[in-house]
């Protein structure tokens, strides 16, 4: 059973740091691209993040581009997202997800319970 | 950037009803387009991938169709388990934007 473990959330002030973590089971993890997504207290999804397979690739949406930094340990199973200069627009449930296939026209059919970030003094 | 709009942002019907929600794009995805499922306190669930094709174990009231510009999320016989948000994502291009999601409630 494919397992995604989100861990490192919190309250941190602006202008702060934070490193999320997600841990993975229940699968090839160095066959996959994973990704972040977040959502905002009542508000709609948001994509932040991708990373391929192999970790050679990554992508950002404009919003968070030279604030974080996404990278992965294939040999633990362990997908990051690196969060820094955050602002309270920054709140936000953080999910990791998993590919559902290895082309990149397949969407993330795997998810995790979301770990919440929330910047604020 | 490829944007991405849903309509209506909010819809009200009564179990059994057909419901049908639209997607546009800002440019043409060809069929690259997929639907999640969301409920309240839950994370997004996988419903359809390019653009027509049901992820395993997704009922057949649900069905997709459309390429280009404009996609349709359609379920044919609304259940009491369906009443959720539903979003749209492009996978044509990064980033993978979502759309702003369509919530349906019981009337």
């Known amino acids: 059973e494919v397992q995604l473990l989100e861990s490192g959330g919190g309250l941190v002030q602006p202008g702060g740091s934070l490193r999320l973590s997600c841990a993975a089971s229940?699968?090839?993890?160095?066959?996959?691209?994973m990704t972040w997504v977040r959502q905002a207290p009542g508000k709609g999804l948001e994509w932040v993040s991708g990373?391929?397979?192999?970790?050679?690739?990554?992508y950002y949406a404009d919003s968070v581009k030279g604030r974080f930094t996404i990278s992965r340990d294939n040999s633990k199973n362990t997908l990051f997202l690196q969060m820094n200069s955050l602002t309270a627009g920054d709140t936000a449930v953080y999910y990791c997800?998993?590919?559902?296939?290895?082309?990149?026209?397949?969407?993330?059919?795997?998810w995790g319970q979301g770990t919440l970030v929330t910047v604020s003094s | 950037d490829i944007q991405l709009t849903q309509s209506p942002s909010f819809l009200s019907a009564s179990v059994g009803d057909r419901v049908t929600i639209t997607c546009r794009a800002s440019?043409?995805?060809?069929?690259?387009l997929a639907w999640y499922q969301q409920k309240p306190g839950k994370a997004p669930k996988f419903l359809i991938y390019?653009?027509?094709t049901l992820q395993t174990g997704v009922p057949s009231r649900f069905s997709g169709s459309g390429s280009g510009t404009e996609f349709t999320l359609t379920i044919s016989s609304l259940q009491p388990e369906d009443f959720a948000t539903y979003y749209c994502?492009?996978?044509?291009?990064?980033?993978?934007?979502f759309g702003p999601g369509t919530k349906v409630d019981i009337k």
């Open positions: 997800a998993k590919r559902a296939g290895y082309s990149s026209s397949w969407p993330y059919d795997s």
């Open positions: 229940g699968f090839t993890f160095s066959s996959y691209a």
């Open positions: 990373i391929s397979a192999g970790g050679t690739r990554t």
């Open positions: 440019q043409g995805i060809s069929t690259s």
């Open positions: 390019v653009a027509s």
């Open positions: 994502q492009q996978l044509n291009s990064y980033p993978e934007t």
